[in-house]
């Protein structure tokens, strides 16, 4: 079965410092899609960042990267330069292998940035 | 529209009642999807549209729960017999097609069964 867990259910940083959302996964598939989501209180789900399986390259974007060990099935998620309006839940997902585009997601990562 | 909408925002309903939650797609978007995302949870897999018909209705818990598309854009959740633990948000997604790797959400619309 394919799954994707998320061992932190909260974490915390200060204002400008640097912080590491860890997401595993499994999946039999070869070539596929990772994302995070920023879910902020207002509840929309927005793509922060995206990578691709067969790329070895690690994804950026902007103060946002990733760290993609595909080998390890490992896709951990690094804030930059933290910002109060970061403050929210994180999520981890990919398409699950029946090629319709749904997501299976983790269980999510609460993130409070400090002043 | 310039994203997805859902409507309403918040439903409250007796235990036993029927509700129609509403999605609007981006416009051109053929796939929708609707997920279930309970308190601190992540999103779970309900039903997915392409075009009118649904295509994987594999993540309906039981049959209280339907959806329709008839027009291929505008989507409506339906359950019946609510019980309490219907009580979630629900989220849509749409995206040009199910091979596009960006999915949009709507702001989910949060239902409470009391």
């Known amino acids: 079965a394919q799954t994707v867990t998320q061992s932190q259910p909260e974490m915390s940083v200060q204002e400008a410092e640097t912080v590491t959302l860890s997401c595993t996964y499994d999946t039999s598939e070869n070539n596929y899609y990772l994302f995070w989501y920023k879910q902020p209180p207002s509840r929309q789900m927005i793509l922060v960042i995206r990578q691709e399986a067969y790329k070895q390259q690690n994804a950026t974007e902007n103060r946002f990267s990733v760290n993609f060990q595909k080998a390890a099935k490992s896709f951990s998620l690094k804030i930059s330069d933290s910002q109060l309006g970061d403050t929210a839940m994180y999520f981890c997902?990919?398409?699950?292998?029946?090629?319709?585009?749904?997501?299976?997601f983790g269980q999510g990562t609460t993130l409070q940035v400090k002043p | 529209g310039a994203g997805v909408s859902q409507t309403p925002s918040n439903k409250v309903t007796e235990k036993g009642k029927y509700v129609e939650l509403r999605c609007d797609p981006i416009s051109g978007h053929t796939a929708l999807y609707w997920y279930r995302q309970s308190l601190g949870q992540g999103p779970e897999f309900l039903i997915y549209f392409q075009g009118t018909g649904a295509a994987d209705d594999s993540g309906l818990p039981n049959d209280r729960f339907f959806a329709v598309r008839p027009e291929g854009s505008v989507s409506t959740l339906k359950i019946q017999r609510t019980e309490r633990g219907d009580s979630a948000v629900y989220l849509c997604?749409?995206?040009?097609?199910?091979?596009?790797?960006?999915?949009?959400f709507g702001q989910g619309t949060r239902l409470t069964v009391v």
């Open positions: 997902a990919f398409p699950d292998s029946s090629n319709t585009g749904k997501l299976i």
């Open positions: 997604a749409s995206s040009k097609d199910r091979w596009d790797t960006e999915a949009f």
